[in-house]
């Protein structure tokens, strides 16, 4: 007997879609306009169909429950899970009780596939009457080209619990800010954030590309509604490009953001940062983002903040990463759980 399967677009309500400023214009699985007025290194747009920091959200009775994914392309990353690279985690719960269901990927080599996440016809965890909240976080690491969600034919698709508010959170960074290298979506520490504030987290990390170019921050500039904006693009530039870029970036996003909440990180410690002899390059520029933010503060901008990335790994810093760079998912969880207490202003009701 063939399976029945109602099949739902995702950008159609009641279903909310998070994580691409753009959609609602666009339609499009992207984290950067597909047609900026600005000048974008093609390497970023090129990035920018990476979904990560997408999110899903609604809430379902349904019995069984499937997703239908095409991504741009395979798994092509050997220090990388391919779950991490190209699937996407299913999370079960309200806001602050969200608990790791499922991950759904492909196969090697493949970019297409279909997926039961769950399937409670004969298990009796399973009550029609019983409405379970679903977020679905997007691949880090591929773009999605096509999506679908389904269900039994009876189920009832609800909305999810509001946001606290319509403020963004807004992350631009490196491959570490993109996710690189978590096992699974849900393991970046930006996503691991999300859990923990029921606001609109927004992830701009481009792989080895986001380098605090001028086109890059006047597109950035344009996302309405920032809760706090974070830099973090340090590790992608020389200490000279960093010199160069930083203040430009910041005045520029002062232009249109005058008070917003702005918090520079430094970056996490690298493990070659002391083998082969970079501790003080490194030095220098934690000193240098330091020195800013203090430098800004005297000229009157009270708004913005420092967060030394060396103390975000804690004393196993050399066992959180999987190539001496890029975190697992130890790494990214002691990230988060550092990093939290600098958001908790996030949770004012006033945002």
Request: net charge negative; with cysteine.
């Amino acid at each position: 007997m063939k399976e029945e399967i109602k099949w739902y677009d995702p950008k159609e309500k009641p279903f909310r879609i998070s994580g691409f400023a753009w959609i609602d214009k666009e339609e499009r699985y992207r984290r950067l306009p597909a047609h900026s007025h600005y000048d974008i290194p093609p390497r970023v747009d090129e990035l920018a169909t990476n979904t990560s920091g997408g999110h899903i959200s609604f809430r379902t009775n349904a019995s069984k429950l499937k997703l239908k994914v095409k991504l741009t392309d395979s798994a092509s990353m050997g220090h990388m899970a391919a779950s991490g690279q190209c699937g996407f985690d299913v999370y079960v719960g309200g806001p602050g009780r969200q608990m790791y269901y499922a991950t759904a990927f492909p196969s090697l080599l493949e970019q297409s596939y279909e997926k039961t996440i769950w399937d409670f016809n004969s298990s009796n965890q399973y009550s029609a009457e019983q409405l379970r909240e679903v977020t679905l976080n997007f691949p880090l690491y591929q773009g999605v080209e096509e999506l679908q969600i389904g269900t039994n034919p009876e189920a009832i698709i609800e909305q999810p619990t509001p946001y606290l508010s319509d403020k963004r959170v807004i992350f631009y960074g490196t491959s570490i800010t993109q996710g690189a290298c978590a096992s699974r979506p849900g393991m970046s520490y930006t996503n691991i954030l999300s859990r923990r504030f029921n606001l609109e987290f927004i992830n701009l990390g481009f792989s080895g590309s986001g380098k605090g170019e001028h086109g890059v921050a006047l597109t950035i500039r344009e996302i309405e509604r920032p809760a706090c904006f974070v830099l973090d693009y340090e590790a992608n530039v020389s200490y000279e490009e960093y010199q160069d870029t930083l203040i430009p970036f910041i005045e520029t996003y002062r232009e249109y953001h005058l008070h917003i909440p702005i918090i520079i990180i430094s970056r996490i410690p690298f493990v070659q940062d002391k083998a082969i002899g970079e501790y003080e390059d490194y030095q220098n520029r934690r000193e240098y983002s330091k020195l800013t933010v203090e430098k800004l503060k005297q000229q009157g901008d009270r708004n913005i903040s420092f967060i030394d990335g060396s103390t975000l790994l804690g004393e196993l810093w050399h066992e959180c990463t999987v190539d001496g760079i890029h975190p697992n998912d130890l790494g990214f969880m002691e990230m988060a759980n550092r990093l939290e207490s600098a958001f908790g202003f996030l949770r004012n009701n006033e945002l």
